[in-house]
């Protein structure tokens, strides 16, 4: 049987891609380069641009679907694009998983399909997004939902905490890195820096998606993959300050209720209690798992 990872270029993805090589699977990237730009040497690489169409697999096992626009903040202000990137991609690819009748699907959803919600949120919360990210992501958790139910597709949706780590390329830290290195005796916070988030270590999430693979044992369920702590984005600020030595002034940007933009989940701390009970839970807390983070983002852009 064959793997297919949408999206294995990028950067969870060609994570994904490297642990399944590693175990010796037969492993597919489909991807259109658009975002991520790592590949594995030893998979098959397709050259798929998802919105327009999708190839046939044979001997299809499952397919781990991460293509998609990873960016919160413009879902806001690119609306169409992050409709085509995060909604048609997504049906597409469920059309490439029935006509090629693979055994399963994961789907890589958001804590922000929960809006701002009662923390820790368990999977039984209400969906409230309030972000167009978030509420294409729902979107997607329905259409594999249905899917699996309609098509005896065996799926399951991951509501993700803040993914960092590795080959990481966007995201707070990565931000913070970038400014401190064009300007480091300044440092420009979105928000008031009291957000407050759960983060977890891509090797963690890694893990996580192995065991569900393994363990799940319904035609579709859906699971929080978080931490069990949360660290605030000041608390970011000074532990990538730390390791870069550095002791810059902090110059906020609120637009007076505390959120880094329009759309910006202030609080978030996912119940994870259901996959735990399956046997995983994550070997770093939030803040280890930034702080070994911006070690290897510093690394990766030459700073150490």
């Known amino acids: 049987m064959v793997d297919v990872v949408t999206g294995g270029a990028g950067y969870i993805g ?46 299809c096992g499952t397919v781990f679907h991460l293509a998609a626009n990873p960016d919160v903040k413009t879902s806001m202000e690119n609306v169409e694009e992050h409709f085509e990137r995060d909604v048609k991609v997504t049906l597409n690819a469920l059309e490439m998983a029935r006509k090629s009748d693979c055994r ?39 259409m594999v939902q249905f899917y699996s139910r309609n098509y005896d ?15 990481t390329s966007h995201g707070v830290i990565i931000d913070f890195i970038k400014k401190l290195m064009k300007n480091p005796t300044e440092l420009e916070i979105l928000g008031n820096g009291k957000q407050k988030k759960s983060y977890l270590h891509v090797q963690d999430l890694i893990d996580a998606i192995l065991l569900l693979e ?67 839970r994550p070997t770093l807390t939030s803040r280890q798992a930034v702080q070994r983070a911006t070690q290897e983002a510093l690394k990766l852009l030459g700073y150490i």
């Open 14 to 59: 060609g994570h994904l891609v490297d642990k399944l090589v590693s175990l010796g699977r037969d492993v597919i990237v489909i991807d259109d380069l658009s975002y991520g730009r790592y590949l594995n040497p030893s998979v098959k690489f397709e050259k798929t641009d998802l919105r327009y169409g999708h190839p046939i697999i044979e001997e």
């Open 104 to 142: 399963s699907f994961f789907f890589f959803s958001s804590s922000t399909v929960y809006g701002e919600a009662k923390v820790p949120t368990p999977e039984t919360e209400e969906l409230k997004p309030i972000s167009n990210y978030g509420l294409f992501k729902l979107m997607g958790e329905q």
């Open 153 to 167: 597709l065996i799926s399951v949706s991951l509501r993700l905490a803040n993914i960092t780590g590795g080959r």
């Open 214 to 280: 393994e363990r799940n044992k319904e035609p579709y369920n859906d699971f929080n993959v978080g931490n069990d702590d949360w660290i605030t984005v000041e608390e970011i600020a000074r532990t990538v300050e730390s390791e870069m030595k550095l002791n810059p002034v902090h110059r906020y940007i609120d637009s007076g209720d505390g959120r880094g933009w329009k759309g910006d989940v202030r609080f978030m701390l996912l119940d994870i209690t259901k996959i735990k009970s399956l046997g995983w």
